[in-house]
């Protein structure tokens, strides 16, 4: 008697089921930008709008690579970049920090979550007017509005993800007479990863976008600042250029998150 072996792909599928499904998944997030990039080109190629308002493709294409052999891609890209990872991880950190306290505590839920929750509806860029009179319009200012943009959502999910342990899991902590920090570092954390991450990436996502806009306003250095400029200067190839930059720049953090959260989720996958 034999047995017949199937690999398995992910979501227990079948190997060649979940290639093609990525495949289809793939084909499908490809048709809006493929389509978007085809409308682009027509146009541009029948001249509906002058080339000072919608530059054709190939003139894009050959400012972006003269913008990355000079380097000046590449320089405003690294100074956005360590804007946020600067201003992210501060708001990060400190939202982990909140929502666990909130999490493990329902007094300073009580008293800090009405305050928070107010503070968390006035958008990031609401705060620039004031933060400008306090801290002017140099680094500061850029460090705090992406941190506020990173905080809420890491806050909030870390907060739902420590209340989601189950009771079980402290009540095996208890019997094994852990301590509170042992309790927090080997159950409710763990447990609460996938929360934590989800708020990783959706402030993560905050603080990008919130760079950006800041430095849309005050800055005269990063990807904001080549929008503001460009438009300026009526250089549409270079805003077009600096906001596929953002873009890819946004795409490939998540994805990398994405990829991360995976890997250190391994233990789930192989339960399915």
């Known amino acids: 008697m034999s047995a017949v072996v199937e690999t398995t792909g992910r979501a227990g599928l079948p190997l060649s089921s979940a290639r093609l499904q990525r495949f289809v998944v793939l084909v499908t997030s490809l048709i809006f930008p493929l389509g978007l990039f085809g409308l682009w080109w027509v146009a541009s190629a029948r001249g509906w709008l002058p080339e000072q308002i919608l530059p054709p493709p190939a003139y894009v294409y050959q400012t972006g690579r003269d913008m990355i052999l000079s380097g000046e891609l590449l320089y405003h890209t690294g100074v ?70 990173a905080i809420v959502p890491m806050t909030m999910n870390t907060l739902t993800g420590v209340r989601g342990v189950s009771p079980k899991y402290i009540e095996v902590g208890r019997a094994l007479r852990f301590s509170r920090w042992q309790t927090l570092r080997l159950i409710v954390l763990p447990a609460a990863v996938p929360s934590i991450f989800t708020g990783i990436r959706y402030g993560l996502t905050h603080s990008w976008t919130s760079l950006v806009g ?16 460009g438009r300026q200067m009526f250089w549409l190839d270079t805003v077009i250029v600096a906001m596929i930059a953002i873009g890819l720049v946004g795409f490939v953090m998540d994805k990398g998150l994405d990829r991360t959260e995976l890997l250190i989720q391994r233990w789930k996958r192989q339960e399915l």
């Open 214 to 229: 800041v430095e849309l306003l005050a800055s005269s250095e990063g990807l904001g600042y080549l929008l503001v400029w």
């Open 80 to 149: 956005s970049l360590g804007r946020v990872v600067i201003g992210f991880t501060i708001g990060a950190g400190l939202g982990l920090l909140l929502g666990i306290a909130m999490g493990l505590s329902e007094t300073v839920e009580d008293y800090v979550k009405p305050l928070f929750l107010a503070f968390a509806q006035i958008p990031t860029l609401g705060w620039i007017p004031l933060l400008m009179l306090l801290v002017g319009i140099e680094e500061t200012l850029k460090i705090i509005i992406i941190a506020k943009g």
